[in-house]
Nanobody, 117 residues
Framework: QVQLVESGGGLVQPGGSLRLSCAASGIVFRIYAMGWYRQAPGKQRELVASIRSGGDTNVADSVKGRFTISRDNAKNTVYLQMNSLKPEDTAVYYC???????????WGQGTQVTVSS
């Protein structure tokens, strides 16, 4: 059974930082591309950052320079370090694990991030 469990969300003031974690089980983690997506109320889910099995990363322009994605294959965990948070970063953040061009595509339950003073 595949499980992706996100943690680290919460309420933070503008300019603050949070680190999200996503612990995976039931998959061969090291061969999966991992991603963080977010969905704000009334908006579509969007890709925030992704990291390939080989370590190449991609970060959305809206968070470039503020967010960093990383992975620890020994711990089956992917991280999203979020700095200089803005109110517009408020959303539910979801972890995704997939092998491109296959049906291996899994989602976590999401974790709420709220940026507000």
């Amino acid at each position: 059974q595949v499980q992706l469990v996100e943690s680290g969300g919460g309420l933070v003031q503008p300019g603050g930082s949070l680190r999200l974690s996503c612990a995976a089980s039931g998959i061969v983690f090291r061969i999966y591309a991992m991603g963080w997506y977010r969905q704000a109320p009334g908006k579509q889910r969007e890709l925030v950052a992704s990291i390939r099995s080989g370590g190449d990363t991609n970060v959305a322009d809206s968070v470039k320079g503020r967010f960093t994605i990383s992975r620890d294959n020994a711990k089956n965990t992917v991280y999203l370090q979020m700095n200089s948070l803005k109110p517009e970063d408020t959303a539910v953040y979801y972890c995704n694990a997939k092998i491109p061009t296959t049906r291996n595509d899994f989602w976590g339950q999401g974790t709420q991030v709220t940026v507000s003073s």
